[in-house]
């Protein structure tokens, strides 16, 4: 009975430091402060951070700096580097982001009405929701930088009107993240990705991982039944080579996801936020290891073409040339059970990925970086005002 009641302890403790959504929310927006409250229901430790209306600048332009703030400090970064080269044709500076394809947004508004410029209103949706997304990412790196660990990944971000089971939801959500496949920088959380993309119609679009998790037998009400000396199962997936995707409403990110999404946005730029993701840091590959370094844009011999889509050969955990390591949850599937023990094995777990000390590598300095920058520039700020 004291194992038992350890065993329920330790796993208790792993679901409060692991579990903790971020939810994005509108400000001033009733509907959304609704959701929030629905989703507390479910997850009371739930966080939120307000998402950016670039269609009301310049009110609350603070919400989309903060966000904003680790693409400006690489954007610097980058013009220090030796490597840093940039053709005739690119408007690029040290300065702010203009040139940087959508992310200029912000520093090309009205010089007059510090509105959207260059008719970029009919878009301001989707503006707004890149940086939302930006803010939710830097949000994320400084409760890890607060805390001093990375025991916040992984962070499990979602939009208000993001669908909850009260239920079902939050064991499995639990399970799934304490066995996501230990190179993860992306997983997307949502079936409805996985079931569009990776169908009988397109084989070898979609290869399967070996970590899953177990499900316990249906409902009563069920239509299929297990057979005997089978089990039930969820996979993870390794991104799809090809096929549309759209909607971040339930995702969720490592401790290097910022640090690699960043690197690559302020050399190249971004889009919609949602297939940029899906279609080019998902699943495009460097062509190769200088290509992935910070501080290059222009390559010997192939400018500035840094990405490849990947091919199917490509698609393992072994390739290291990847934007990002980006997996899906798949459907439930029947698996012919085998030895547990070969099973658990093959499975990351989040307390031992939790129990290795980090070293102070590159992303971690960088987190430090903008924390300490973006810190002190609202110190000098405060300091002005008071002045004043």
């Known amino acids: ?150 025991k916040v990944y992984p962070a499990w971000i979602m939009e208000a009107d993001a669908y909850v089971d009260k239920n079902q939801m939050k064991p499995r959500m639990t399970r799934l993240l304490q066995k996501a496949p230990k190179d993860y920088d992306f997983l997307m959380m949502k079936r409805e990705l996985f079931l569009g993309l990776c169908g009988p119609d397109r084989p070898g679009n979609c290869k399967r991982s070996e970590n899953f998790i177990r499900l316990g037998e249906p409902g009563a009400n069920a239509k299929k039944t297990v057979p005997d000396g089978f089990e039930r199962r969820i996979y993870f997936y390794y991104w799809p080579l090809d096929g549309p995707g759209a909607g971040l409403s339930s995702y969720a990110i490592g401790p290097d996801f910022s640090y690699k999404a960043f690197n690559f946005i302020s050399r190249k730029g971004a889009d919609m936020i949602d297939g940029f993701i899906f279609g080019k840091l998902c699943r495009d590959d460097y062509v190769s290891e200088d290509a992935a370094n910070p501080g290059n844009f222009l390559l010997p011999g192939i400018g500035s073409a840094l990405v490849k889509p990947r091919t199917k050969e490509a698609n393992t955990k072994d390739n290291k040339l990847k934007v990002l390591n980006c997996y899906l949850i798949g459907d ?32 971690t300095l960088f987190k430090a970086k903008v924390h300490q920058e973006t810190t002190k520039s609202s110190s000098e700020e405060e300091e002005e005002e008071e002045e004043e």
Not at 30 to 48: H, Q, W
């Open 1 to 150: 009975l004291k194992e038992e009641e350890e065993e329920k302890k330790k796993s208790k403790n792993v679901e409060q430091r692991v579990f903790n959504p971020l939810v994005i929310i509108q400000r001033d927006n009733e509907k959304d402060e609704r959701d929030l409250k629905r989703i507390k229901t479910v997850f009371p430790s739930a966080n939120s951070i307000f998402g950016v209306n670039a269609g009301q600048w310049p009110s609350h332009l603070e919400d989309a700096e903060y966000g904003l703030a680790p693409l400006r400090i690489f954007n610097r970064e980058n013009f220090k580097s030796k490597t840093w080269k940039i053709d005739n044709n690119t408007r690029r500076n040290p300065e702010n982001l203009k040139g940087i394809q959508w992310i200029e947004s912000i520093d090309q508004r009205n010089p007059e009405t510090g509105k959207l410029g260059d008719g970029r209103m009919p878009i301001a949706h989707h503006i707004g929701c890149m940086y939302a997304h930006f803010n939710a990412w830097r949000a994320v790196d400084d409760m890890a930088y607060n805390k001093g660990d990375d």
């Open 332 to 363: 439930v599937e029947l698996v012919k059970k085998e030895d547990e023990e070969k099973d658990e094995a093959s499975l990351g777990n989040i307390i031992e990925q939790n129990s290795v000390e980090k070293e102070k590598d590159t992303v």
